[in-house]
Nanobody, 113 residues
Framework: QVQLVESGGGLVQPGGSLRLTCAAF????????MAWYRQVPGKQRELVAR???????NYADSLRGRFTISRDNAENTVYLQMNSLKSEDTAVYYC???????WGQGTQVTVSS
């Protein structure tokens, strides 16, 4: 069964850090481009970061320098390290795999004092 399972979300104070994890099942993980998106109520889902099967990465311009995406092909896992978090980073974060546009269920990140 093809499945992406996110974890690592939660409540964090402004300036804090979180690391999100997405575990992939049922795909040849090393051949997939992986990405993190986020969405707040009433807004479109937006790309946070992408890591290709080649290992190349790209980021939303506004997040470059604070967020880092990485992958471990041996563990079928992609990570999103988020530092210097701000209240505007509050959102549901989703893992995505392509080809096939596979989505996880999302994990809530709340940045608040």
């Amino acid at each position: 069964q093809v499945q992406l399972v996110e974890s690592g979300g939660g409540l964090v104070q402004p300036g804090g850090s979180l690391r999100l994890t997405c575990a992939a099942f049922g795909i040849v993980f090393s051949m997939y481009d992986m990405a993190w998106y986020r969405q707040v109520p009433g807004k479109q889902r937006e790309l946070v970061a992408r890591i290709l099967s080649s290992g190349n990465t790209n980021y939303a311009d506004s997040l470059r320098g604070r967020f880092t995406i990485s992958r471990d092909n041996a563990e079928n896992t992609v990570y999103l390290q988020m530092n210097s978090l701000k209240s505007e980073d509050t959102a549901v974060y989703y893992c995505n795999a392509n080809p096939g546009s596979i989505w996880g269920q999302g994990t809530q990140v709340t940045v608040s004092s």
